[in-house]
């Protein structure tokens, strides 16, 4: 088992920065495939970035250039630096782990996942 928890949300003005954080417990961290995922109200959970491992990383377009991803495999936490938020990046922001072992999948789908946090609220105003 992996239980993840995130933090770092909170209400920012249109461009503003917010960095959200999500700490892992469990299995070994460095095993797992790191995302971020998304879901704003009566839509569907939609990708934002995914770490397969090292630099292998993947960004959806709608955040490219704004948003970056890093992990901590020594405090067992991964990080996504939002910049230049826009009203559109409003919604509850997830972490997932799936386990490499299991190899890859397509890895913007959230059934591709097997561990997920609790969410935070991100809210951008105009």
């Known amino acids: 088992q992996v239980q993840l928890v995130e933090s770092g949300g909170g209400l920012v003005q249109a461009g503003g920065s917010l960095r959200l954080s999500c700490a892992a417990s469990?299995?070994?961290?460095?095993?797992?495939?790191m995302g971020w995922f998304r879901q704003a109200p009566g839509k569907e959970r939609e990708f934002v970035v995914v770490?397969?491992?090292?630099?292998?990383?993947f960004y959806a377009d709608s955040v490219k250039g704004r948003f970056t991803f890093s992990r901590d495999n020594v405090r067992n936490t991964v990080y996504l630096q939002m910049n230049s938020l826009k009203p559109e990046d409003t919604a509850i922001y997830y972490c997932?782990?799936?386990?490499?072992?299991?190899?890859?999948?397509?890895?913007?789908?959230?059934?591709?996942?097997?561990?997920w946090g609790q969410g935070t609220q991100v809210t951008v105003s105009s």
């Open positions: 997932a782990a799936r386990d490499r072992k299991y190899g890859t999948t397509d890895l913007r789908q959230p059934r591709a996942y097997d561990y």
């Open positions: 469990g299995r070994t961290f460095s095993n797992y495939a």
């Open positions: 770490n397969w491992s090292g630099s292998s990383t």
